[in-house]
């Protein structure tokens, strides 16, 4: 018994840590929290590993881990276990086991990394490359570029079904390019229309972009295979000019050409942005012949230098609802010369082509099941299908979940608070690669009022009880941070959350009634956008962010609309389903709505 004792403590097991790719080979009574941290998989345990804030949750996919203990009981419900979840902390491997990391699991740093995961799809690109060998010409052979060209694409054993069209931005160099590339060259094709003209090597390339109204993320994807080849992202450069799109759009309201300035600040950083992917993959922009690009109406009109205006008075129009196919060249994009920009359709003036492409990369439009899908930011769109029907509505949360107007308040990077916990008047806090701490980021700010709420130190009003003058609360000294000076949360801070986490429940609730359901119906709640893929779901819920429902119904999927761009990018038959979606969706205007008010007020209570 003692050998055999002794032979399993030597083995080495080896734990698969899924879906972020790494694998760790330890000696038998190690957690699995030991394992993850062993492997670089840094995962929330704000409690130290103790088992008490429930954080470290994995999923056992194959292998067998040591028995549920007591606190892995009380943490998780009968149906969760039989599913095979457990707390890293508790739970160590008896044999070689594959373990899956729900996103909620990993700090902000570890998520980053496994951005952009998503359903497969067929790829039916709307540009295609067809290679072609051209005859040079000769004494005898006097036929002009495009002619021999065009007569070569004939010849093929498939030529082309369309016509081939090429426009002044393509003939301005075409003459060059079939002579540098010794008349062996591929054509990009968008049905007859020639985009550019390549060596036969060079792969053709998509662009896909999500322009946030803070931040933009853009992905560079491999047309023929769908394959996500680099990703990088930035600030919105128009926030200098505006935190929100109201002040964006009353900046264009009071300058004369504050559309036109917008407009170039936005298009000169996706330049950059185009460079910084191209130069990760060693290619040029000229090889990116189609490109998709998702925002929220007042951004896509900011882009495609529409007219803002009426956006910002009632009713709140948009200027185009349907979608829109603009020349690259036209918005002063440095793409291939031919280059279109897909634009998916607006639904209303406030929920506009990026919660499309969340819609479509969560596949609620096809779903059975009542789902609620939700992209969290400045601006929260909120969308509830059910029987069939697509009902949304969009709401102001402002940029608390951003960090912004929080007394100590951060983006999320190192050093930034972003999981707290409060045990029998202890404060135990994680920071983003934990750093010392410096300040608190949105996921941070709303751990703390949930903990400071549950504890008692603040009360349904938001008013804080226990504290000298009742406004602020020390969540780190100055001796524990990172730059010597205490970190606080005011009644400031607390209220700035009520009134975000208000307008979205309100919002939530009002969609709810229009459908005659109540919260208890819903089956799925899906979560997108970079601070609801962060949040603790829990936290939102003993805030009243979120409805209670039971946990398993909640889905954080990350940037969906980036997910969605890069579909519309690499299918056309997704911008049909994009097209359909438009059609089906009943929009709800919040600000007229009769029961909003009284919605309103009454979900701003913790």
């Known amino acids: 018994m003692n050998s055999h004792k002794s032979a399993l403590e030597q083995k080495i097991i080896r734990v698969d840590l ?22 670089g998989v840094e995962l929330v345990a704000v409690c130290g590993g103790v088992g008490t804030c429930g954080k470290c949750r994995v999923q ?45 699991s990993l700090t902000t740093l570890q998520r980053l990394q496994i951005e952009g995961q998503e359903a ?38 498939h030529p082309p079904a369309e016509p081939l069209c090429l426009d002044l931005p393509v003939l301005s160099n075409l003459s ?63 926030v200098a000019y505006g935190e929100d799109v109201v ?47 998702v925002g929220n109406t007042a951004i896509h009109h900011l882009f495609a230098g529409l007219p803002v205006r009426q956006l910002g008075a009632a009713p709140y129009l948009a200027a185009v609802s349907e979608a829109l196919e603009i020349r690259a060249c036209d918005l002063g994009l440095s793409l291939a010369p031919g280059t279109y920009v897909y634009l998916p359709p607006n639904i209303a003036g406030y929920v506009g082509a990026d919660h499309v492409s969340a819609l479509l990369a969560a596949d609620a439009w096809r779903t059975a099941q009542t789902t609620v899908v939700l ?10 299908v059910v029987n069939g029907r697509i009902l949304s509505c969009s709401c102001a ?12 308040g951060m983006r999320a990077a190192p050093g930034a608070i972003e999981r707290v916990q409060i045990v029998d008047g202890t404060v135990r806090v994680q920071t983003i690669g934990n750093q010392p701490p410096v300040g608190i980021c949105g996921t941070g700010i709303l751990d703390a009022v949930a903990e400071m709420r549950a504890a008692g130190l603040v009360n349904h009003a938001g008013r804080l009880l226990v504290q000298k003058n009742g406004t602020t609360f020390t969540l780190v000294p100055a001796s524990d941070t990172g730059h010597g000076r205490d970190i606080l949360v005011t009644r400031r801070d607390i209220n700035e959350i009520q009134l975000a986490k208000g307008a979205i429940r309100a919002g939530i609730e009002v969609l709810l009634r229009e459908a005659g359901i109540a919260s208890s119906a819903i089956e799925a ?19 009243g962010m979120f409805p209670d429902l039971p946990r398993i119904c909640f889905q954080q999927v990350g940037n969906a609309a980036g997910i969605g761009a890069k579909q519309l990018l690499i299918s056309a038959r997704r911008r049909e389903i994009a097209a359909g979606i438009l059609e089906r969706v009943e929009y709800i205007e919040l600000t007229t709505h009769p029961e909003f008010t009284d919605v309103y007020m009454e979900a701003v209570g913790l």
């Open 397 to 408: 949360s402002g940029p608390a979940f951003e960090g912004a107007h929080i007394h100590d």
């Open 120 to 157: 497969t799809i067929a790829v039916e690109p709307s540009v295609i490359p067809v290679d072609l060998k051209i005859a040079p010409p000769d004494l005898y052979d006097l036929r002009a570029d495009t002619t021999r060209l065009k007569d070569a694409a004939r010849e093929l054993p």
């Open 525 to 543: 709640f899906v979560v997108a956008g970079a601070f609801g893929t962060y949040l603790d779901v829990e936290s939102a819920v003993r805030v």
């Open 247 to 293: 002040s964006r759009i009353a900046y264009t309201n009071e300058h004369p050409a504050g559309r036109q300035v917008l407009q170039a600040r936005l298009v000169e950083g996706l330049n950059t942005l185009v460079g910084q992917l191209c130069e990760q993959v060693d290619a040029s922009p000229d090889q990116i012949v189609d490109a998709a690009v």
């Open 176 to 238: 060059e390019q079939l002579r540098a590339h010794n008349w062996a060259v591929r054509l990009a094709l968008r049905g007859g229309e020639v985009v550019v003209v390549l060596p036969q090597e060079r792969a053709l390339l998509g662009l896909a972009v999500d322009i946030g109204t803070t931040k933009v993320a853009a992905y560079l994807v491999d047309l023929a295979s769908g394959v996500t080849l680099a990703k990088a992202g930035m600030l919105n450069p128009q």
């Open 375 to 384: 992209d969290i930011g400045t601006n929260t769109e909120i969308s509830l």
């Open 18 to 39: 899924e879906p972020v790719g790494r694998r760790a080979e330890i000696q038998h009574g190690i957690t699995l929290l030991e394992a993850s941290q062993s492997a």
């Open 60 to 104: 056992l996919m194959e292998g067998a881990l040591s028995p549920v203990t007591a606190v892995e009981r009380r943490m998780f419900s009968e149906s969760e276990l039989v599913l095979g979840y457990r707390l890293a902390c508790q739970a160590k491997p008896l044999s070689d086991v594959k373990i899956n990391i729900p996103p909620e």
